[in-house]
Every structure is written in C-alpha cells, then in structure tokens.
C-alpha cells in the first residue's frame, strides 16, 4: 500500500524557514517523479518543485526559486522541502505526491507565514 506521509509544518514569521518531510512507503522513490504542491484558501492546487526519477532535472514555480530547495534521501525514502524567506503567500497547504506510473497523494500539511 503506497502511502506519503508530510511533516515539518506549521506557522512562522516572515523571513523565516521551515523544512518539510515527506516519507514514503509501498514504493520506492528512486522509480518516481516526486513533487511538492500547494494550495491556499480559495485558490486551486498549484505545483512547487519537482525531482524527476533519475534525480538530474528540478523544476520549481518561480515565486519559490532561490528561496525553496527539494531534496531526496534515497535510503530513507524520503523527500525534503527546505523553505527559506518565507513569505504570507506561502501560506497554503502543502502535499507530497508521487509518480509511479499513477499519481498518489500525501494528505497534505499546513504551512502559515504570518507575524
């Protein structure tokens, strides 16, 4: 059973950072294209950065380039969002996908930058 569980959220000021983690089960991610998304209150789901499977090619939105890094621990299954300066409009729920010939879902976790 594939499961991506997230952690690291919560609330924080303006300028400040949070590391998200999302760990992985019923799969290997070393066969997945992996990605962080967000989606604020009344708006549509949005991608963040993705990591495709060889590990070679990274893309983020550009509001987060230079401020947010993904990352993948290949022993631990497991994949990071390292997220500095954080901004109000980072605010948003964040989720953990995978893509393994099907798409699966973290159930997602809250980021608040707010003073």
């Known amino acids: 059973q594939v499961q991506l569980v997230e952690s690291g959220g919560g609330l924080v000021q303006p300028g400040g950072s949070l590391r998200l983690t999302c760990v992985a089960s019923?799969?290997?991610?070393?066969?997945?294209?992996m990605s962080w998304y967000r989606q604020a209150p009344g708006k549509e789901r949005e991608p963040v950065a993705s990591?495709?499977?060889?590990?070679?090619?990274?893309n983020y939105r550009a509001s987060v380039k230079g401020r947010f890094t993904i990352s993948r621990d290949l022993d631990k299954n497991t994949i990071y969002l390292q997220m500095n300066n954080l901004k109000p409009e980072d605010t948003a729920v964040y989720f953990c996908?995978?893509?393994?010939?099907?798409?699966?879902w973290g159930q997602g976790i809250q980021v608040t930058v707010s003073s």
């Open positions: 996908s995978a893509d393994d010939q099907k798409i699966y």
């Open positions: 990591i495709n499977r060889v590990g070679d090619m990274i």
């Open positions: 019923g799969f290997t991610i070393a066969t997945a294209s």
